[in-house]
């Protein structure tokens, strides 16, 4: 079943698949800078959701904000392909999704490119603080894309994430 999910993922042509190591080897991302331009052909605002998972709520706030252009962002490809998948049969055209690390995020978006981040329940990391999706060395790579005063949505049903993000914030 992953292997299908994988073909597929492979003929979307809202998916994006770059290896870390092609972009460590100065290989670079073709659209960064350029996703409105030659993806989207349109001016409207571009909103990520980093730590996509399956894509749902890409999707949905996709069919929401019709005006904007979403992106999802995940590493793993088997449950990117529900939300590729749902968005390439209804045809809809303010949708992508990058399988990438979220390390490697600032290879695939210029300065002032993007207008929001949501993080949508990402896991809190209990042991590796490196790893928070909020953690100060993220927030740090996520400044070198985000427009000045953009927006940071931070979704979460975990305490002690929401109380690290309020006192990493301050």
Known sequence: NKLSKFADMEEFPHVFQVTSHALREGAGFEMK?????????????????????????????????PEKNFIGVDIKGARLWTGAKES??????????????IEMIH????????SEIWLTFPDPQMKKVTKRLTAT???KSYQQFVKP???????TDSNFMFTYT???VK
């Not at 290879?107 to 993007?114: K, M, R």
């Open 33 to 65: 800078g350029k996703w409105n331009e030659l993806f989207f052909k349109n001016d409207h605002p571009i909103v990520l959701e980093l730590g996509c998972g399956k894509g749902e709520y890409t999707v949905g706030l996709s069919q929401l904000y």
């Open 88 to 101: 390439f049969e209804k045809e809809m055209k303010n949708v992508a999704f990058v399988r990438t690390n």
């Open 107 to 114: 290879h695939f978006f210029a300065e002032n490119e993007v």
């Open 137 to 139: 060395n993220f927030m």
């Open 149 to 155: 005063n953009g927006l940071i949505h931070l979704k």
């Open 166 to 168: 309020c006192e990493m």
